[in-house]
């Protein structure tokens, strides 16, 4: 009896171990040894089990989730961490606290509708704590209500070097490319996406009240339901004291039957942007369409630039929508601008906002109070900031005096603007003669000399010095040249000028 009672106790741990053994495709779900999740059968055993939603994970492969392939679910939640309950606007379900690592690996084919349901993502809720990082969406396709994005619904944990390629609908809105809610931090994520809803949506982040660094997103971000507001080619809304920083947004921003609010970077900013840009073309059908932003509202913005073209009703500016309550440094605008009132090469209105060594060039088209640089000011405070009278079509501006009028060629002569007290040694720099002051944190590396843009003209001043191995700090890197400072100039430094072939013309 007691050999049958051992025997048992063998076996049970046998079998244990065995069970423990089949878990994932091995690890123990430490730092130290994550949990191998190396197919669709892994991510499957993984979203089923809450209890290891606090433990470490890393891919090993690209998984395909596309529902006609064999054994692949059909999702109408998100695929991890969904809400239990979907149709109230709470998450109930058991946010993931762990740490997902795909590795460099890809997720494609996430597959998720349900138009009622809400945290809709590959994870639907990632809590403070978490960390999703290295990982690739491809082809997801995400239907919901509210609260939708590529990674996580919500996100209030840490997402890093994450990118989607993605198709959102949400039928009302917080939707963005890589999380519908960011109240954690975004980093170094990118997002070539097609998002549309209502209210709040962004290439990255629907709603964000937490941190975005190092983020860029593409694509097409589009209201496509009568009465939306808040659509931003990078985030719908940034809330007041979140910060946006060093990130771009090259998606076209539209809006379609009535709404507001539109902006190339961010739909409607209270908090803070810096070192920013965004190129798409930007289209409010009612008020607040800015070629950066929409509606600047107690947020300040520094250091950054809109290119793309804007086409609104009212407040439609270069840059901003309408500035209200705000500092506004060193930012500029170069797209052409259409409006019918209040509309401005920079902003449509300034009001109680402060504007400071700001330019516009852009041709600024409309009906009343329209200018150069703002179409409406009141109790505002301008400082050294210009349009060019010659390209954007406007003799006068509102805010004038302070706001000044330049010829193009003023405005391409450094004294124009150093007179008026700007810092052309670390803020600005400018090819005098053939453009515009530029951002000095947005000249491509390579970009050696004169006139803007990586061209023959900077392999001509790398060339001469090929294979010179006297590069050190003490001269600058042979001036530069050797752009990855190893000490000599040579193929790999030429890579990188190629690598910037062109960029910044
Ligand atoms: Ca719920
Ligand atoms: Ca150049
Ligand atoms: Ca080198």
């Given at each position: 009896m007691r050999n049958v009672v051992f025997g048992i106790a063998i076996f049970s741990v046998l079998l244990a171990l065995r069970t423990a053994q089949a878990?994932?495709?091995?690890?123990?779900?430490?730092?130290?040894a994550p949990y191998r999740i190396a197919d669709h059968n892994d991510l499957y055993a993984l979203a089923d089990?809450?209890?290891?939603?606090?433990k470490c994970f890393v891919m090993t492969a690209d998984i395909d989730?596309?529902?006609?392939?064999?054994?692949r679910r059909s999702l109408?939640?998100?695929?991890?961490?969904?809400?239990?309950?979907?149709?109230?606007?709470?998450?109930d379900g058991n946010g993931f606290l762990g740490t997902f690592d795909g590795q460099g690996h890809t997720v494609s084919n996430l597959i998720c509708d349900d138009n009622?349901?809400?945290?809709?993502?590959?994870?639907g809720y990632t809590a403070t704590g978490s960390e999703i990082r290295n990982l690739n969406l491809a082809n997801a396709q995400l239907e919901g209500?509210?609260?939708?994005?590529?990674?996580?619904?919500?996100?209030a944990g840490s997402i890093a070097n994450c990118h989607s390629e993605v198709y959102v609908q949400s039928y009302y809105g917080y939707a963005g490319?890589?999380?519908?809610?960011?109240d954690g931090s975004i980093l170094l994520s990118s997002s070539s996406s097609t998002v549309n809803g209502c209210?709040?949506?962004?290439?990255?982040?629907?709603?964000?009240y937490g941190i975005i660094e190092k983020c860029n997103s593409e694509g097409l971000v589009r209201?496509?339901?009568?009465n939306g507001s808040a659509i931003g080619g990078l985030v719908g809304i940034n809330d007041n004291q979140c910060v946006i920083s060093d990130s771009f947004s090259t998606s076209t921003v539209q809006g379609s039957n009535v709404n507001d609010s539109a902006?190339?970077?961010?739909?409607?900013?209270?908090g803070v942007i810096e070192r920013c840009y965004a190129s798409g073309d930007v289209s409010a059908t009612w008020r607040l369409a800015g070629g950066l932003i929409g509606l600047n509202n107690y947020g300040d913005v520094s250091r950054s630039y809109a290119t793309g073209n804007v086409h609104g009703?009212?407040?439609?500016?270069?840059?901003?929508?309408s500035i209200n309550n705000c500092v506004l440094t060193d930012c500029y605008s170069t797209g052409d601008v259409n409006g019918i009132?209040?509309?401005?090469?920079?902003?449509g209105t300034l009001y109680r906002g402060e504007v400071n060594n700001s330019y516009a060039i852009g041709n600024v088209i409309g009906v009343?109070?329209?200018?150069?640089?703002?179409g409406a000011n009141n109790r505002e405070v301008i400082v050294a900031s210009f349009w060019d009278v010659n390209t954007s079509g406007q003799a006068t501006s509102a805010g004038e005096p302070n706001a000044v009028g330049l010829t193009t060629s003023e405005m391409q002569m450094e004294n124009s603007f150093t007179d008026a007290?700007?810092?052309?040694?670390d803020v600005w720099a400018i090819c005098e003669g053939t453009n515009y002051p530029k951002l000095?944190?947005?000249?491509?590396?390579?970009?050696?000399?004169?006139?803007?843009?990586?061209?023959f003209v900077d392999y001509s001043y790398l060339a001469?010095?090929?294979?010179?191995?006297?590069?050190?700090e003490a001269n600058g890197y042979c001036s530069g040249r050797d752009l990855d400072e190893s000490g000599i100039i040579d193929e790999e430094d030429l890579k990188i000028l190629y690598g910037h072939w062109l960029d910044g013309i």
């Open positions: 878990k994932y495709s091995g690890g123990a779900g430490t730092p130290e089990d809450t209890n290891d939603y606090n989730l596309d529902p006609c392939l064999p054994g109408t939640t998100a695929l991890i961490a969904p809400d239990h309950y979907p149709f109230d606007y709470v998450y009622d349901a809400h945290y809709i993502g590959l994870f209500y509210m609260y939708v994005g590529a990674v996580a619904g919500e996100n490319g890589i999380a519908g809610e960011n209210v709040d949506l962004g290439g990255i982040v629907g709603w964000n209201i496509n339901i009568a902006g190339g970077l961010v739909g409607i900013n209270e009703e009212e407040e439609v500016g270069g840059l901003v929508g009132i209040y509309v401005g090469g920079l902003s009343e109070d329209t200018g150069g640089l703002f007290g700007w810092d052309f040694n000095l944190w947005s000249i491509p590396a390579a970009d050696f000399v004169c006139p803007d843009g990586v061209n001469p010095q090929w294979l010179a191995s006297d590069c050190n």
